[in-house]
């Protein structure tokens, strides 16, 4: 027999919802099944599969654990692979947590969620950080997974926003897709910008090539509107440090656009110039954009997240990225 206690994380769903989670892999007729044997009880008592789960619930399994572990392989696998890598989260990578969320500084290279079941990403640096605080249980991965709220391309760097808890990640979900938090970036970019501005058009994105264009009419349904505005902190005749507010968040929307305008971001080869990247290569060991997320303001809110109103997060820029600013005369 095994017991579960309803935790935040589970509470609010429908029993049958919950055991879905809990064990993957198990036909929705093996739950109700079960549920009608009563090999599957709620608090003690039979149950139908519908009921509302709240916090401190007992859910009683009386099965194999054969049967459990099972119906549960898909999560066995992955405690098998987060015990296996050793990428982890550094404090001096973590700009702020709370009972809810993560902000992270993440690092130029890595993904910032795992693109095939090879390679690892900063989700798997999450959750391993997060069991080895304790907060966060091989247990609790069956039902709920925290997870990153917004994306950086691999060679960005930069904050990203997860959730510890399914409140912080419904909260955090929804004031990125409602645009409300405040996204900015800095970059260097080829050419001489001498005044800010705002600037959109549509995103075209070639699936086969990974590669975006930009147009100021759409190419085909489905394309996407996409603005973005910049301003320039310092400049040479060579190259301009620009702040890049995200208003839009387009896969490689600000290396696209900035490239559409005629100055593409230093380090980018995949809409850059190769001439100039090659020049950054060889006098800094340069081998990605200098693009980075530097600052995430949260807007005026209540309720779960209200403690973060109106606060202001950044991330230091990376060390080459500091190096570069200052030898090339823009720091």
Known sequence: MR???????EAGQRLDKFLAKYMKKAP??????????KNIVLNGKKASGNEKLSIGDQVRLFLAEETIRGFSE???????????????LEKSQIIY????????????GILSQRADTKEESLVEWILRYLLSTGALSKEDLRTFRPSVCNRLDRNTSGLIAAGKSLAGLQVLSRLFKERDLKKYYRCIVSGKIGTGDHIKGYLSKDERTNKVTISERPLKEGDAWIETSYRPLSMTDGATYLEVHLITGRPHQIRAHLASIGHPLIGDYKYGSRKVNEEYRRKYGLDSQLLHACRLEFPQMEGRLGHLSKQIFEAPIPPVFEKILKEEGLA
Do not use: C
């Open 3 to 9: 017991e579960i206690v309803i935790g935040e994380n």
């Open 28 to 37: 929705k007729s093996f739950f109700y099944k079960m549920l009608r044997k």
């Open 74 to 88: 898909a999560e066995e696998l992955l405690e098998k692979k987060l015990s296996q890598k050793k990428g982890t």
């Open 97 to 108: 947590e709370d009972k809810d969320i993560l902000l992270i500084n993440k690092p130029a």
